[in-house]
């Protein structure tokens, strides 16, 4: 078993699609969110959307960390990298995001900050460790699945009592994220959006458990099935989904058995808890303010929060006029609604923060999917 | 964002820290989050941390799964 190809067999996918075809109620359509941008990138790159009955349409969500990070924030690490003289680490996938005045950190790295690409926390850490004399500088972003790694290196910087090592909190929740797609008030703003369903997060969901899903089924009635990012545990999910809303059921119940449990990873939660608090209110790109919807770092911590070692001010700024990533980001509109898909806007030189992690919509329907719009016509 | 890869223990190098093989691949990684990992186990990793375990039976019982309802029986 190496939990990989096994879950990937294309003549299962095909058998998976016959079921799901006779099992969709002809009389009506169904609309289920992905909130993961990890199941976008799959559902676009395997061709699962393919597969599906033409009745299924499955809406994309906010769950790319890279994608709902505000300009602000990343103008913030920006300048601790241009006007403090840090070195900044982060995720490679932050490097391209767009910020203010035409910059991005890799551009801000061509005129000269020191910023660097990360696989792990841990290795910024290192960093810290083997150049004292530089101040160090996590930019940490993510869901649930990212965020224990980085409250490891923040107790153990503690524990080692290094003074030159600090974390830019931007983590966020993921079930506060679900919340608001329900019921935020900007809804009116775009368009209802009619949502028969969640497909939730695998990975995400190890860390916190099935548990945190229960009100969406109870509270608002919408069934919830985590799913395992392979093409067939989708399949197998969202067969799932239209089972529970032919049977007039909205309940919790797990694709992802293999790797979720109802409680998640304990050992996890509590390093989370004992390093991170609610913040009262974050900014969403896309979204905008969210109550309780991210984390950040304790009191306890203060001498590691980078927000307070530099007396960071964080200010809003708005997206280009015509990007369409909120309503994208939000589900009631799709990429090739937007005038700068595919024009102005691609992976290369993204101007949306959709375009630029491979989890985002827009991306992901660039790379697999934009040749999809184009009609076929004999020569 | 969220990637993470299933990862087989093949060391334990000290409370917090493994050796796993991905695909061929050997990587230190931290077991820091999850301390119940022996030798063997499959986790799964991202960000060079084993942020959970995989269950053999329970993936056993998905793989039979999907070719039941493949057949059309379940």
């Known amino acids: 078993m190496k939990y990989v190809d096994e879950f990937r067999d294309g003549a299962l996918a095909r058998n998976l699609a016959h079921s799901l075809a006779a099992a969709v ?102 960093l810290a460790r083997t150049h004292p004399q530089r101040d160090v500088v996590f930019l940490a972003i993510g869901f649930e699945t ?39 008030p900007e809804v009116a703003q775009y368009g209802t959006l009619a949502l028969d369903g969640f497909v939730g997060p695998a990975h995400v969901s190890i860390v916190i458990g099935s548990a945190p899903y229960e009100p969406f089924a109870s509270a608002w009635h919408k069934p919830v099935v985590i799913s395992g990012f392979e093409p067939l545990d989708m399949m197998q999910s969202i067969l799932m989904l239209v089972r529970q809303v032919n049977d007039g059921r909205a309940e919790v119940e797990n694709q992802f058995t293999r790797a979720v449990n109802r409680e998640g990873n304990r050992a996890a939660q509590a390093v989370m808890a004992e390093v991170f608090e609610l913040r009262d209110s974050f900014e969403w790109r896309g ?20 927000e307070q070692r530099y007396a960071l001010q964080y200010r809003a700024v708005p997206d280009h006029k015509q ?50 719009d184009i009609p076929v016509v004999a020569a | 964002m969220c990637l993470a890869l299933p990862a087989r223990v093949v060391e334990l190098l000290d409370a917090d820290t493994a050796i796993v093989d991905l695909a061929g691949v050997r990587q230190q990684v931290s077991i820091a989050l999850v301390p119940e990992a022996r030798v063997g186990d499959y986790v799964i990793v991202h960000v060079g941390h084993a942020i959970g375990m995989l269950d053999e039976t329970e993936a056993q019982a998905t793989l039979a799964l999907f070719a039941e309802l493949a057949r059309g029986t379940a």
């Open chain 1, 25 to 126: 109620d002809p009389a009506r359509t169904y609309s289920f969110m992905e909130f993961c941008g990890g199941h976008t990138h799959a559902l676009a790159r395997y061709g699962v959307v393919d597969l599906l009955p033409a009745s299924v349409r499955m809406v994309h969500g906010p769950g790319c960390p890279v994608c709902v990070l505000p300009i602000g924030r990343i103008d913030l690490a920006i300048g601790l990298a241009l006007e403090r003289g840090v070195i900044l680490c982060t995720y490679g996938d932050v490097m391209r995001v767009p910020a203010s005045g035409g910059l991005s950190l890799l551009r801000a790295r061509a005129r000269g900050a020191d910023i660097r690409m990360v696989y792990s926390p841990a290795d910024a850490l290192q």
């Open chain 1, 146 to 184: 990212t965020t224990p790694p980085s409250a490891l290196v923040l107790r153990q910087a503690a524990r080692e009592g290094l003074k030159n090592f600090s974390v830019l909190c931007c983590h966020v929740l993921t079930p506060s994220a679900i919340t608001h797609i329900l019921e935020s």
């Open chain 1, 287 to 306: 979204l905008g303010e969210v109550a309780h919807s991210a984390l950040k770092i304790r009191p306890a911590f203060a001498a590691f929060d980078a």
């Open chain 1, 323 to 372: 990007c369409e990533c909120g309503a994208i980001l939000r589900g009631v509109r799709q990429p090739t609604d937007c005038k700068l898909f595919g024009t102005v806007c691609t992976p290369e030189n993204p101007m949306g923060s959709c375009m630029v992690s491979s989890e985002g919509s827009c991306a992901a329907h660039y790379t697999y999917g934009r040749w999809r």
